[in-house]
């Protein structure tokens, strides 16, 4: 993937927990980032968008941020609904297009 | 409560078409960009297609043009994607989502907000 991002992450209940999304100049770098979670045998959900704004009925324990060509989401007082996967996405200037980075599967222990 | 709902998904023989389609609910149809994303256990989620709100303007990743292409009708709140000459890498579930915005604008302040359940593509 274009965006890189750790396979798994994990951690107990309450806990924070954050997952990181390596991309380049061509994409992080100058454009916003969005993340997604895609709960087991769900479509993908709108999580976070423009790095660090959050739709409305998305609890406030998911925030966002960007620096540079890396940007991270991160979940606090991590509770067992969100186990699922975690997917970053931007548009590429190189690739003309839109890029996700290969998910990270979260674990609640 | 604004929905998608994919449909037309299948078994297709490598070489055929299809066209899957994407029935929107719910909110101002045509005031709004539509894409589809395919999800395959080896690639992960990648865009294929995006559609302008008016129909006018439309985009695909340059491996897929010319085999994929996109349609809306602003009538019957639909978007359709056909796929040509399908090979075994379309193997996918397909979704379509809802932009934030009418026109991507190279991408810039714009997600995708609203997905549809997806369908299925096997081929065989």
């Known amino acids: 993937s274009v965006l890189t991002q750790p396979p798994s992450a994990s951690g107990t209940p309450g806990q924070r927990v954050t997952i990181s999304c390596s991309g380049s100049?061509?994409?992080?770098?100058?454009?916003?980032v969005n993340w997604y979670q895609q709960l087991p045998g769900m479509a993908p959900k709108l999580l976070i968008y423009n790095q660090d704004q959050r739709p409305s009925g998305v609890s406030d324990r998911f925030s966002g941020s960007k620096s540079g060509t890396s940007a991270s989401l991160a979940i606090s007082g991590l509770q067992s609904e969100d186990e699922g996967e975690y997917y970053c996405a931007t548009w590429d200037d190189n690739l003309a297009g839109w890029v996700f980075g290969g998910g990270t599967s979260l674990t609640v222990l | 409560e604004p929905q998608l709902l994919e449909s037309g998904g299948g078994l297709v023989q490598p070489g055929g078409s299809l066209r899957l389609s994407c029935v929107a609910s719910g909110f101002t149809f045509r005031s709004y960009a539509v894409t589809w994303v395919r999800q395959t256990p080896g690639k992960g989620l990648e865009w294929v297609a995006v559609i302008s709100s008016t129909g006018g303007s439309k985009h695909y990743p340059e491996d897929l043009r010319g085999r994929f292409r996109i349609f809306r009708d602003n009538y019957k709140n639909t978007v359709e994607l056909e796929i040509n000459n399908v090979r075994a890498e379309d193997a996918a579930v397909y979704y379509c989502?809802?932009?934030?915005?009418?026109?991507?604008?190279f991408g810039s302040g714009v997600a995708f907000d609203i997905w549809g359940q997806g369908t299925k593509l096997t081929v065989s």
């Open positions: 100049d061509s994409n992080i770098g100058r454009k916003t």
């Open positions: 989502a809802k932009l934030t915005h009418g026109y991507w604008d």
